[in-house]
């Protein structure tokens, strides 16, 4: 296998890093929503810098957490199957993910405030919050105008947008370094015999031809002399579509043209004009090759 570097991200690729992020992810995610948390809480935004600074980094953390570990995921889950959508850029449709993930998280946002005034209504006081502070912040749960529904929701969207945003910008750049497995070319049919033969005499082969303790390896544009056994050289012919003939000589299923009969001599005809022998032990596999659709050659007497 040989590696790749990405240089673009598709948009359905950035929805299926959310949506199988995985427990290690977040794990990791969650100590930038930790971060950010923590630089929300010394900030105070929206008025919350009123708040206990134990409480609000409470909030702030829980807020981040639910949106980037369960959220943003479903909200991936949903849109990677809409092929209209996966057809946007990668940066408007993120954008446009992280406005939708936004509605169902004012929600959340909404029924937690709720439940917050429930505690504040019915708890006296907790160990690390002075509930007298907060209490004296929170108004009576009443019904609540749609104008304020949407200043809630712009209040999500910035806050996710500034820092899930940050963690999508690192999803992107972490695609973007990391090394893509691609498959390697397949190597050439009879690589490792190929590799002991003169470059000049290319890399098409005719026949092998057993001469003493050499092999003749005999190509389109000529042929070497190898201190090799037959045997050997033919294991070295992986890839190549060919068959023994002789105890001497193995010839390419490609060059064979036909074959000659003459009584009880049969030969090969090649590609070059050369006629191999066929033995009579190799005759049965030479006749099976001569049956098969690829290997239907014209048959002389």
Known sequence: MTKAIRTTMQLRAFLDAWADLGWRGYAVDMVAYVLIALLLSVI????????????????????????????????????????????????????????????????????????????TQTVDRLPFVDMAQVRARVAPAEALHWTDGALLYLQVLAIVIVSIGLVSLYIVHR??????????????????????????????????????????????????????????????????????????????????????RGGRRNELQMSDGAMVPVSASYRAAVDAFLMQPAGLLTSAR
């Open 44 to 119: 105070g935004p929206f008025g919350t810098d009123e708040d206990p600074f134990l409480w609000r980094f409470s909030y702030w953390t829980i807020m981040l957490g639910v949106f980037g570990g369960i959220v943003m995921p479903l909200t991936s889950r949903l849109l990677r199957n809409s092929r209209a959508f996966c057809r946007l850029p990668v940066f408007a449709g993120g954008v446009a993910a992280l406005c939708l993930a936004a509605v169902p998280m004012t929600a959340f946002v909404g029924l937690g405030d709720g439940l917050f005034r429930h505690v």
């Open 175 to 260: 695609h973007a370094a990391a090394p893509v497995p691609t498959a390697s070319p397949a190597p050439r049919a009879g690589a490792r015999l190929l590799s002991r033969l003169p470059a000049h005499i290319g890399a098409e082969i005719l026949y092998l031809q057993m001469e003493d303790h050499y092999v003749r390896v005999v190509t389109t544009a000529g042929n070497a002399l190898l201190l090799m056994r037959l045997r050997d050289a033919i294991d070295e012919l992986d890839g190549v579509a060919g068959l023994q003939v002789h105890r001497s000589w193995w010839v390419a299923a490609d060059h064979v043209v036909r074959l000659a």
